[in-house]
């Protein structure tokens, strides 16, 4: 069985689980032998093309030890094969046309989405 | 024949938003249909099941505890578990187990395990189809 | 043939996002896949006569079959005759019966 996790929403999560809790749920379901590809839509498109480390937060005296790494998180997840998808219409859109591309991953036009569903044996949208 | 049996995979906690409520209205549709049902609870829903959660009342409209009737997450779960027993269907729900940890909701009702996320991959590979709903 | 079912929760009014997620849907239909759309929650606010919401209205003409969720309705107000000409009332049970006829289902 083929899935595609679409995830849209981004940054939720990120500070608290030190993880976007979508691609870290896909990393660990790839462990347990999951057949899987990521769309990275609306928001997340941020995610194909962040360079840096997430900021550590600080709370009173509460300083954060391990912020959340997406480059280093796409990293894996496209080393353990994952195949890992943008749109190109929700880069443009937030003003990320002309930034690189996290090397692997794949833009598509946002008319070539259904053929992706096609694809696959189910869609979960986060 | 067989009951199917139909995975879901939920993130939203107790109250906050309309996604918990309608979740909970498809499950109880998915039992009027005969269907076996497995839950995978991530994040926030891994509080859905807590077993600590309490009534109170409502003073604003004048009603006390027993009046208010207030509904409850657990309440529902056990409701649907009742359900299933009685039309000899399959209620499993699992919460993820570090969901469940950083939230402190580790005392779940009777009938609620604990798991990760292979347990939603075991799930959804058993099951005829499974549905996700993300939060926002 | 595949067809599809989208539970849209989201509604135009608040959430942009929706554009996509109706082109989406549009694109399979014209695909020649069977598509379907159920409202509910704050998504069945497109469904009611009189709502400005063009993109959405177009999804019917794209052959698309939408339906919105009774319960939601009841809540809100609308009834049967509130709705637009193109939307039927609808349950979750739908969700149940498309995912056990091997729909992809997916929630928006």
């Known amino acids: ?126 | 024949m067989e009951n199917k049996i139909l995975t879901f995979a939920f993130m939203d906690p107790p109250f906050e938003n309309e996604r918990t409520v309608t979740f909970f209205r498809i499950l109880d549709a998915a039992l009027d249909r005969s269907v076996n049902v497995r839950v995978f609870a991530y994040e926030g829903a891994a509080a859905l099941a807590f077993s600590k959660q309490q009534q109170h009342g409502n003073s604003v409209h004048g009603r006390d505890l027993q009046q208010e009737q207030h509904p409850l997450t657990k309440d529902w779960i056990a409701a649907l578990q009742k359900k299933a027993q009685e039309r000899q269907l399959q209620f499993d729900w699992v919460n993820c187990g570090l969901c469940v940890d950083e939230r402190g909701v580790m005392e779940s009702i009777p009938g609620c395990g604990r798991g990760s996320p292979a347990d939603l991959w075991r799930y959804a590979s058993e099951a005829f189809n499974t549905l996700a709903i993300g939060t926002r | 043939m595949s067809r599809y079912l989208f539970i849209q929760s989201q509604d135009p009014f608040i959430e942009a996002r929706t554009s996509s997620q109706f082109d989406v849907a549009t694109q399979l239909a014209k695909a020649g896949k069977t598509v379907s759309v159920l409202l509910v929650q704050n998504g069945v606010t497109a469904a009611r006569k009189g709502a400005r919401t063009p993109q959405f209205d177009a999804l019917a003409g794209a052959g698309i079959k939408v339906f919105a969720d009774s319960f939601a309705l009841q809540q809100r107000d609308i009834t049967a005759g509130d709705l637009k000409p193109s939307i039927a009332a609808g349950d979750v049970g739908m969700v149940v019966d498309a995912m056990l006829a091997g729909d992809k289902v997916i929630w928006n």
């Open chain 1, 1 to 126: 069985m083929k899935v595609l996790q679409v995830v849209e929403q981004a940054y939720r999560t990120l500070v608290e689980e030190q993880d976007d809790t979508i691609l870290w749920l896909t990393q660990s379901m790839k462990g347990a032998g999951a057949d899987l590809s990521v769309l990275l839509a609306g928001h997340c498109a941020y995610y194909a093309v962040q360079k840096t480390r997430q900021p550590a937060l600080k709370i009173g005296g509460w300083q954060q030890q391990e912020p959340a790494d997406i480059v280093r998180d796409i990293d894996q997840l496209l080393g353990k094969g994952v195949d890992v998808y943008v749109v190109r219409e929700d880069l443009e859109e937030r003003g990320l046309g002309d930034l690189p591309v996290h090397a692997g991953i794949r833009v598509i036009e946002k008319n070539k989405i259904h053929e992706l569903y096609e694809q696959v044996d189910q869609v979960w949208q986060w």
